[in-house]
C-alpha cells in the first residue's frame, strides 16, 4: 500500500484524497435551546400525529418489487413469505415503504444520526467488548443522517403494530404507545442537562433491565425474561459453531441446508473461491484497529457459506465465515453482509461515505454505546463482475432479543421505556439533544402526537400488508412460506 500526504499534511493510503477537516462551530446551550424552540414555528407538535395516504402514493408492492431487482433472485420469495407471516413481519420487511411515506410529512430540521429501522424487534442485549450484557439498538444496515422524530415514528408505530398482533385493546395500546415518546422525551431532557462525556458513556447494563422489570411487570414475565438472557450468554462462536458445523476428513466444515445455508464450494464453482474469500478478508482486516487487527490476526480462516438472515435483509447477500484459533474448540464466527443504500437516501440525500459498508459501520459506532469490537467492511467485485459494499461482524456475540410473542401488555410497556432512552441517547450522542429536548418540551403533546400517528399507521400497514397477500394470490410475487 503506497501512502501520500493531504494539502494538511495527513497520510491517506493508495493515494486517495482525505477531503479537509472542517472548523466545528459550537453555540451557547441557550442558543441551542431557542434553536428547538424555534423549529416547532415551521413543523408543530401536533402536526406529528398526522398521516393520511396521499392522493397519490407510491404501490407499496412496487417499492419491495424495486429492492428485490438487486437481491439474490431465488431468495426474494423467501423474504416475501416471512413478510406474509403476520402485519408485524410485513413491517420488519417495509422500512423502504415507511421511508416512502415519512418523506411526505413535514419534517424538522433537528438531524441526528438514525437508526433507520427503529422497530421493537431490532433493539435487544448483546455482549460489549468488556463482555458485560448491554441493551441496545442492533440493526444499522439503513442507518444516516436525518430528522430526530424518523426513528422515533417508526418506533411508536412498531409498538402499535405488536400490540394489535398481541390482540391489546386500544387503551392498553394507546398507554404503550405513549410510553414510547414519553420515555424518550424525559430522557432526552436528561441528557440536555448531562456533561458531554457522560451522555457519550451513557448505557444501559442487563442489571438495569432487570431492576426496571422487577418493578413494573410480572414475576412470571421476569422470569421469562432471566431465561431469556441466560440462553442470550450461551450464544457465542463455540454455541455457533457446535450448532453450524460438523467434521468432514478430519476438518469442521459448515453444514449444507439449502436454500437457507449453502457452502462457498457449493455456491460457486470456481475452485478459487476460497482463496478470493481469504484476499476479502486481508482487505477487511486494514479497516480494524490494530489491536483488533492482531486478534484477528490469530485466527485462520477454513470455510465459509452464504446464510439466510432476517426480514427485511432476505435477499442481500450476506455470508458466515469460520475460522479457528489454536485448535478445533477455539472457533470465530463472523458474518458478513452486503450494505445497499439506506432505504432514507432517496429522500434524505446520499450517504458522505462512499463505501455502505462503512456506512452501517460508522453509523452504528456513533450510535451504541459500545459496539463489536469485529466491527469492519470491505468493497467487493464479485465473480458476476458487480461491485459491491459489505460490512463484517461477529455471528454470535451473546445477543438476545425480546419475545415479542409472549409479552403481556405490563411487560410491552415496560420494554417501551427501555427502547425510547435507547434511541435518544444515540440521537444525543450524534444530534443536539439541547435543542431536540427544547423542542419536545414539558408537556405531553409531542407524546400525544406519536400515539395517535401509530395507531393510524398501523392501519396504513395493515392495508400494505394486504396488498402484499393479494400480490401473492394474484402470482405477481412468488413466495416461498415456512423458511
Known amino acids: 500500500m503506497s501512502s501520500t500526504k493531504t494539502e494538511n499534511g495527513e497520510s491517506t493510503r493508495d493515494g486517495a ?7 466545528v462551530a459550537h453555540f451557547a446551550v441557550a442558543d441551542r435551546a431557542a434553536r428547538g424552540k424555534a423549529a416547532r414555528g415551521e413543523v408543530s407538535r401536533d402536526a406529528h400525529a398526522l398521516w393520511e395516504p396521499p392522493p397519490v402514493r407510491a404501490d407499496p408492492v412496487g417499492l419491495l418489487e424495486e ?19 403476520s402485519p408485524f413481519t410485513f413491517y420488519r420487511g417495509a422500512a423502504y415503504i415507511m421511508a416512502a411515506d415519512l418523506a411526505g410529512l413535514p419534517r424538522t430540521p433537528l438531524r441526528a444520526q438514525l437508526c433507520g429501522d427503529a422497530h421493537l424487534s431490532n433493539f435487544g442485549v448483546y455482549a460489549a467488548p468488556d463482555r458485560r450484557l448491554v441493551f441496545d439498538t442492533n440493526d444499522f444496515d439503513e442507518t444516516l443522517r436525518g430528522p430526530f422524530e ?26 404503550i404507545n405513549l410510553a414510547v415518546s414519553r420515555s424518550y422525551r424525559e430522557a432526552m431532557a436528561r441528557f440536555a442537562t448531562m456533561r458531554t462525556l457522560d451522555v457519550w458513556y451513557s448505557r444501559i447494563d442487563i ?21 431469556n438472557e441466560a440462553k442470550a450468554r450461551t450464544r457465542d462462536s463455540l454455541a455457533a459453531f457446535r450448532k453450524l458445523t460438523r467434521v468432514v476428513d478430519g476438518e469442521p466444515r459448515i453444514v449444507s441446508d439449502p436454500p437457507l445455508i449453502v457452502p462457498i464450494p457449493e455456491l460457486f464453482t470456481d475452485e478459487q473461491a476460497m482463496e478470493a474469500t481469504r484476499l476479502v478478508i486481508r ?11 492482531h486478534l484477528l490476526e490469530r485466527f485462520r480462516l477454513v470455510d465459509a457459506a452464504r446464510k439466510v438472515v432476517g426480514v427485511g435483509s432476505v435477499g442481500t447477500r450476506a455470508f458466515i465465515l469460520l475460522f479457528l484459533g489454536r485448535d478445533d474448540e477455539d472457533p470465530l464466527f463472523l458474518q ?34 459500545a459496539s463489536d469490537s469485529m466491527l469492519g467492511w470491505i468493497h467487493v467485485t464479485g465473480f458476476d463482475g458487480v461491485e459491491r459494499d459489505f460490512y463484517l461482524r461477529q455471528l454470535w456475540d451473546s445477543k438476545g432479543s425480546a419475545l415479542i410473542d409472549a409479552m403481556e401488555p405490563r411487560t410491552m410497556e415496560a ?14 450522542r450524534s444530534g443536539d439533544a439541547v435543542a431536540i429536548s427544547s423542542y419536545l418540551g414539558k408537556s405531553d403533546a409531542f407524546d400525544r402526537a406519536l400515539a395517535d400517528f401509530a395507531e393510524a399507521y398501523a392501519d396504513q400497514n395493515e392495508r400494505d400488508y394486504a396488498a402484499l397477500k393479494a400480490a401473492a394470490d394474484s402470482g405477481r410475487v412468488a413466495v416461498e412460506a415456512g423458511l
Request: with cysteine; aromatic share 6%.
Open 150 to 175: 424518523w426513528d422515533l415514528k417508526r418506533l411508536v408505530a412498531s409498538f402499535a403494530v405488536a400490540g394489535r398482533e398481541r390482540g391489546f385493546g386500544e387503551d392498553r395500546r394507546r398507554a
Open 415 to 428: 420494554y417501551a421505556t427501555l427502547c425510547g432512552p435507547t434511541i435518544a441517547r444515540a440521537h444525543a
Open 283 to 293: 482487505e477487511y482486516r486494514r479497516t480494524l484497529q490494530d489491536d483488533r487487527r
Open 207 to 227: 442489571e438495569d433491565v432487570f431492576a426496571r422489570l422487577s418493578s413494573e411487570v410480572s414475576a412470571k414475565a421476569v422470569k421469562r425474561a432471566e431465561r
Open 17 to 23: 484524497p482525505r477531503p479537509p477537516i472542517e472548523p
Open 336 to 369: 458478513m453482509k452486503e450494505a445497499q443504500a439506506s432505504v432514507l437516501e432517496p429522500f434524505l440525500g446520499k450517504s458522505s461515505f462512499a463505501s455502505h459498508g462503512q456506512r452501517v459501520v460508522e453509523g452504528q459506532r456513533l450510535m451504541q454505546a
Open 67 to 85: 429492492q428485490a431487482k438487486t437481491r439474490v433472485e431465488e431468495l426474494v420469495p423467501i423474504r416475501y413469505g416471512r413478510m406474509l407471516v
